[in-house]
T-cell receptor
Framework: DAKTTQPTSMDCAEGRAANLPCNHS???????VYWYRQIHSQGPQYIIH???NNETNEMASLIITEDRKSSTLILPHATLRDTAVYYC??????????????FGTGTRLKVLA | NAGVTQTPKFRILKIGQSMTLQCTQD?????MYWYRQDPGMGLKLIYY???????DKGEVPNGYNVSRSTTEDFPLRLELAAPSQTSVYFC???????????FGEGSRLTVL
């Protein structure tokens, strides 16, 4: 299974862009990159996903390198409510016909006032 | 829609006891998952299911069993509880077209 590597923690000033990196050097050609976040002890929340093109939605932007070995999640204007653990996940096809989402330990982002 | 509902939210078990964590979803999703999260750690996949009658093991299935008799329900059974099973358990269902997982609020289990 593809694995991801993320920094353990990051700080970001409120109102600034938060750039969260992720390495997934063993990713295969048909495996998507997903980002989730977990606020306190709640269930993780979906943010964005992509295959090889850059993606943007109302929450964030996802930049994937051309070789697909790494990606960056961008929160354009971080707020205090964005303080959370952010997980970068590579979705892996399973033999059962569905997908496995293997979580790593994530990046703990702290947005500072 | 209630989304994914887990019960109970909290439970304390004695070593050797058994219990079932309930999970139900009202979104008609075929794919469902059980994860556990130990303090300060990421989520570990226990079991998953592609539909009624079909389940498969994840990363850490030992000590657990699942069943899937309906699309809505995906209970997780703990047999002979051990302190190592103290964790927060999350159930999730998958919206297939986007691949978005919807999580429940979690069930916090302590085994003493």
């Amino acid at each position: 299974d593809a694995k991801t590597t993320q920094p353990t923690s990051m700080d970001c000033a409120e109102g600034r862009a938060a750039n969260l990196p992720c390495n997934h050097s063993t990713i295969s050609g048909n495996e998507y990159v997903y980002w989730y976040r977990q606020i306190h002890s709640q269930g993780p929340q979906y943010i964005i996903h992509g295959l090889k093109n850059n993606e943007t939605n109302e929450m964030a932007s996802l930049i994937i390198t051309e070789d697909r070995k790494s990606s960056t999640l961008i929160l354009p204007h971080a707020t205090l409510r964005d303080t959370a653990v952010y997980y970068c996940i590579v979705r892996v096809p399973s033999t059962s016909g569905t997908y496995k989402y293997i979580f790593g330990t994530g990046t703990r982002l702290k947005v500072l006032a | 829609n209630a989304g994914v509902t887990q019960t109970p939210k909290f439970r304390i078990l004695k070593i050797g006891q058994s219990m079932t964590l309930q999970c139900t979803q009202d979104m008609n999703h075929n794919y469902m998952y059980w994860y556990r999260q130990d303090p300060g750690m990421g989520l570990k996949l226990i079991y998953y299911s592609v539909g009624a009658g079909i389940t498969d093991k994840g990363e850490v299935p030992n000590g657990y069993n699942v069943s899937r008799s309906t699309t809505e329900d995906f209970p997780l059974r703990l047999e002979l509880a051990a302190p190592s099973q103290t964790s927060v358990y999350f159930c999730a269902s998958l919206r297939a077209p986007t691949g978005e997982l919807f999580f429940g609020e979690g069930s916090r289990l302590t085994v003493l």
